[in-house]
């Protein structure tokens, strides 16, 4: 489905050279980063403010980085798969290391009528059978019947990919950094001056409710299991009776679980039920991850709006990108390269700008 942009009939500011747009971003996720780099790319002087003391250390640290559009297509309006296929393309081109191995959903003979409920709502996959399992994942061989396979997604580690666009954004465009900082107007460290921004796009996740009103928190919890005894090339989603859980290889036997979706906005606190019903999903893909040592155990809440799709909203020079709800990783840089358009060209785009997505 193509993006809908309309051109608006103000005057717009030619922001080059000398007489560059001062940018300020305020959050350092990947809602704020990616910002940064599309406001960077158009030739602004752009600063990112973060509270905490790096990059990423939002929600975005315990994201499961997988760029599946088709999968989320299966639970998720079709703005979402719109989003994905545009940042999807834009994560191979801005950091290393994306792996294009694709996506493969599976479920016990059990639950066959699931999968076929999935493969109803969703496209460009693949029916499977157990050989083709086993071709794929070795280590599945002869454990399920039959499967999805989505050619054409990726999965990223996102800790290192945000890590990697960071330094990009230094070395490559001057993006200046504070961390540890809070607020709309940042005092310059040297001068003591209040420095000025033409525009400001702010990425605060939930922390901007004190502006957005109808944001919501979700919670979501996940696990990291260390394991020599099996070894996956790509995302697994497991259709569990209770959540679909996904097991993500963050490579040297590393595997992210997760990811439950509670409607709360309690930080940090993983429960014990979700727990077990990580490390049982995870045990039902393969009895390995039993005997694997667990190596971190986090949670976090992600912004959303009522209806769980993203938002730019413009209020004069202020620019909020917000409600990705599970979709940071997928949705972001699409969000990004529209934000910028409307800063710069006065673009207007209703799929994200308008209140009721559904139309679109």
């Not at 019903?277 to 949670?299: D, K, N, Q, S």
Request: glycine content about 10%; proline content about 6%; aromatic content about 8%.
């Amino acid at each position: 489905m193509a993006s809908t942009q309309t051109e608006s009939t103000e005057n717009t500011t030619p922001w080059q050279g000398a007489n560059a747009m001062r940018v300020r971003v305020i959050g350092a996720g990947v809602a704020g980063l990616t910002c940064a780099h599309a406001f960077a790319a158009r030739g602004a002087q752009v600063t990112v403010i973060e509270r905490k003391s790096g990059s990423g250390q939002g929600c975005s640290w315990y994201a499961g980085g997988m760029l599946a559009p088709w999968c989320e297509r299966e639970s998720a309006e079709p703005i979402i798969a719109e989003l994905g296929h545009e940042s999807l393309a834009y994560w191979r081109a801005a950091v290393p290391d994306v792996p294009n191995e694709g996506s493969l959903v599976l479920a016990p003979p059990r639950d066959l009528p699931d999968l076929k409920r999935f493969s109803r709502r969703t496209e460009a996959f693949e029916w499977v059978d157990g050989a083709r399992i086993g071709e794929l994942e070795p280590d599945l061989d002869g454990r399920f019947d039959q499967g999805l396979f989505f050619p054409t997604e990726a999965h990223l580690e996102p800790r290192k990919a945000l890590a990697a666009l960071t330094q990009k954004l230094v070395e490559e465009y001057q993006v200046a950094f504070r961390f540890a900082a809070d607020g709309f107007d940042e005092v310059d460290d040297q001068s003591g001056e209040t420095e000025q921004a033409d525009f400001v796009v702010d990425c605060r996740g939930l922390a901007a409710r004190d502006a957005l009103a109808d944001l919501r928190g979700v919670k979501g919890e996940m696990l990291v299991l260390y394991s020599t005894e099996i070894a996956l090339k790509r995302p697994v989603r497991l259709l569990h009776p209770r959540i679909p859980v996904y097991i993500v290889p963050r490579g040297d036997g590393h595997f992210m679980i997760g990811a439950t979706s509670i409607e709360n906005d309690e930080r940090g606190r993983v429960t014990g039920r979700s727990m077990l019903e990580l490390l049982g999903a995870a045990y039902a893909l393969h009895p390995a991850f039993g005997e694997a040592e667990i190596v971190e155990i986090g949670a976090d809440v992600r912004p959303a709006f009522p209806d769980n799709l993203p938002r730019l909203r413009r209020r004069g020079t202020t620019l909020y990108v917000n409600g990705l709800y599970r979709h940071g990783f997928l949705a972001a840089p699409a969000l990004a390269r529209r934000a910028a358009e409307v800063a710069f060209d006065g673009a207007y785009f209703p799929e994200v700008m308008d209140e009721d997505h559904r139309q679109w």
